[in-house]
């Protein structure tokens, strides 16, 4: 049973009805939205018969915009009242954590356990992985927390990938990668994990929907975006602070923001937002960006844009919200006051390695060290993507990776089975 797609009338006659009701409130522009999409569908589909699973479209009503901070929201109402809400849940088993508290979780019957290669993230990386696994013959698994594509799906067009002569949008770049992979027989679990232990013969992985283990491991898990590290800000988050202009940036219509960056990034979030915004004030330490030439003539020629160079934010100022920045020039030590209503931080990311702390080497910035191989410090396990050391982090980077890893994890099983 899919989730109906409703109006905010008949969203309040459900809720007059005492059914017990989870809603999703979304639009269709928003990337964070539509990667819930799949979990959420799951969602529905789980609790057919206790819960009613409805989606709301933020856009059929500008009041909805005053209520709500950040979309994905989800709400859950249980006899008439709101008893609870979610803010872009990260993982299916997210959501069934918050909705445990009211309703029992649904009974799964557990499925195969046992994999020539378990892959641990479902972005171009992972699905190359198992796209080539598969296509080899080996039993093959993707654990994926939310669904395909990594930080890829949140893209709104990527035009730098081979074949797409008009762009693509990550999201459907994304589950063509999936759909691919899985017609070859690569199966795709929705599942956080918690643990895995890679000195293990077979290779264990603790998630949300059980224990996996596999001759072989890939490390799929990607990074994800670098905070400013200021007071406050985790706070803030949702009130004026956001990481993604093409996720968060219609809440701040015809406002002022800053972009604090200078990469391909920062670029193309002050590109997404001078279209939305009514000033764009772009805030970087150096004094040009780093951006690839390709952003540069459109950014100078945007009239909403203006750059404050060799200067960084010291200080997020406001109330409840968000309402202005302090910066500082890194050469004068001069500090100025912003008045803005949001700041998007486009600094840069951090690899998603808690995992393998102490199990696998990791560089000072935390990636896992892993050469054009792809083999780390473990037989049989290796990292793709954006997790592992290398110079250029990219779609067709990371998808180059997921093939080269499953060559010499062949070559890595053919060895274990003449032992």
Same mark, same amino acid.
């Given at each position: 049973?899919?989730?109906?797609?409703?109006?905010?009338?008949? /969203?309040?006659?459900? @809720?007059?009805?005492?059914?017990? *009701?989870?809603?999703?409130?979304?639009?269709?522009?928003?990337?964070?939205?539509?990667?819930?999409?799949? +979990?959420?569908?799951?969602?529905? !589909?789980?609790?057919?018969?206790?819960?009613?699973?409805?989606? *709301?479209?933020?856009?059929? $009503?500008?009041?909805?915009?005053?209520? =709500?901070?950040?979309?994905?929201?989800?709400?859950?109402?249980?006899?008439?009242?709101?008893?609870? %809400?979610?803010?872009?849940?990260? %993982?299916?088993? +997210?959501?069934?954590?918050? =909705?445990?508290?009211?309703?029992?979780?649904?009974?799964?019957?557990?499925?195969?356990?046992?994999?020539?290669?378990?892959? @641990?993230?479902?972005?171009?990386?992972?699905?190359?992985?198992?796209?080539?696994?598969?296509?080899?013959?080996?039993?093959?698994?993707?654990?994926?927390?939310?669904? +395909?594509?990594? !930080?890829?799906?949140?893209? !709104?067009?990527?035009?730098?990938?081979?074949?797409?002569?008009?762009?693509?949008?990550?999201?459907?770049?994304?589950?063509?990668? !999936?759909?691919?992979?899985?017609?070859?027989?690569?199966?795709?679990?929705?599942?956080?994990?918690? %643990?895995?232990? /890679?000195?293990?013969?077979?290779?264990?992985?603790?998630?949300?929907?059980?224990?996996?283990?596999?001759?072989?491991?890939?490390?799929?898990?990607?990074?994800?975006?670098?905070?400013?590290?200021?007071?406050?800000?985790? #706070? /803030? &988050?949702?009130?004026?602070?956001?990481?993604?202009?093409?996720? $968060?940036?219609?809440?701040?219509?015809?406002?002022?923001? &800053?972009?604090?960056?200078?990469?391909?990034?920062?670029?193309? $979030?002050?590109?997404?937002?001078?279209?939305?915004?009514?000033?764009?004030?772009?805030?970087?330490?150096?004094?040009?960006?780093?951006?690839?030439?390709?952003?540069?003539?459109?950014?100078?020629?945007?009239?909403? &844009?203006?750059?404050?160079?060799?200067?960084? &934010?010291?200080? /997020?100022?406001?109330?409840?919200?968000?309402?202005?920045?302090? @910066?500082?020039?890194?050469?004068?030590?001069?500090?100025?006051?912003?008045?803005?209503?949001?700041?998007?931080?486009?600094?840069?990311? @951090?690899?998603?390695? #808690?995992?393998?702390?102490?199990?696998?080497? =990791?560089?000072?910035?935390?990636?896992?060290?892993?050469?054009? %191989?792809?083999?780390?410090? =473990?037989?049989?396990?290796?990292?793709?993507? $954006?997790?592992?050391?290398?110079?250029?982090?990219?779609?067709?980077?990371?998808?180059?990776?997921?093939?080269?890893?499953?060559?010499?994890?062949?070559?890595?099983?053919?060895? #274990?089975?003449?032992?």
């Amino acid at each position: 049973m899919a989730a109906k797609n409703i109006t905010v009338r008949e /969203l309040k006659d459900l @809720i007059e009805s005492k059914k017990p *009701v989870l809603v999703d409130f979304w639009a269709t522009w928003c990337p964070h939205c539509r990667k819930i999409n799949p +979990a959420y569908e799951q969602i529905a !589909q789980a609790y057919a018969g206790t819960l009613e699973v409805v989606k *709301v479209d933020m856009d059929q $009503d500008e009041t909805l915009w005053e209520e =709500l901070e950040l979309i994905p929201t989800l709400r859950l109402y249980v006899d008439g009242k709101p008893v609870g %809400s979610l803010v872009a849940p990260e %993982s299916r088993a +997210a959501i069934e954590t918050f =909705l445990a508290g009211v309703l029992p979780r649904p009974r799964r019957e557990a499925g195969k356990r046992k994999y020539d290669m378990i892959i @641990i993230g479902g972005g171009p990386g992972g699905y190359t992985a198992a796209l080539y696994a598969a296509r080899a013959g080996l039993e093959t698994l993707v654990i994926e927390r939310l669904s +395909a594509g990594g !930080q890829m799906a949140l893209t !709104q067009q990527i035009d730098n990938y081979p074949g797409f002569a008009d762009g693509i949008g990550g999201d459907e770049l994304a589950g063509q990668m !999936q759909r691919q992979a899985e017609r070859f027989g690569a199966q795709t679990v929705n599942a956080q994990v918690h %643990s895995v232990d /890679l000195r293990a013969n077979p290779k264990t992985v603790e998630t949300s929907e059980g224990t996996f283990s596999g001759r072989t491991v890939v490390l799929a898990t990607g990074a994800g975006p670098r905070a400013l590290g200021l007071p406050d800000e985790k #706070e /803030l &988050v949702g009130r004026g602070v956001a990481y993604c202009a093409a996720c $968060d940036g219609m809440f701040y219509k015809g406002k002022t923001v &800053v972009v604090v960056g200078g990469g391909n990034t920062a670029a193309a $979030d002050a590109l997404v937002l001078s279209r939305i915004a009514r000033r764009v004030i772009v805030v970087h330490r150096r004094d040009t960006l780093r951006a690839t030439k390709i952003y540069h003539e459109p950014l100078m020629k945007a009239e909403n &844009v203006e750059f404050r160079w060799n200067s960084v &934010v010291t200080r /997020l100022l406001h109330g409840d919200r968000l309402t202005g920045v302090r @910066i500082q020039n890194v050469q004068t030590g001069e500090e100025t006051d912003l008045a803005v209503d949001g700041v998007f931080v486009s600094i840069g990311r @951090i690899p998603a390695t #808690e995992l393998v702390k102490g199990q696998l080497a =990791l560089d000072e910035s935390g990636y896992i060290i892993a050469d054009e %191989s792809t083999e780390t410090g =473990l037989p049989g396990v290796y990292a793709v993507g $954006d997790v592992r050391t290398k110079p250029l982090r990219q779609v067709v980077t990371a998808v180059a990776d997921g093939a080269t890893a499953v060559h010499m994890a062949e070559a890595f099983l053919a060895g #274990e089975g003449a032992r």
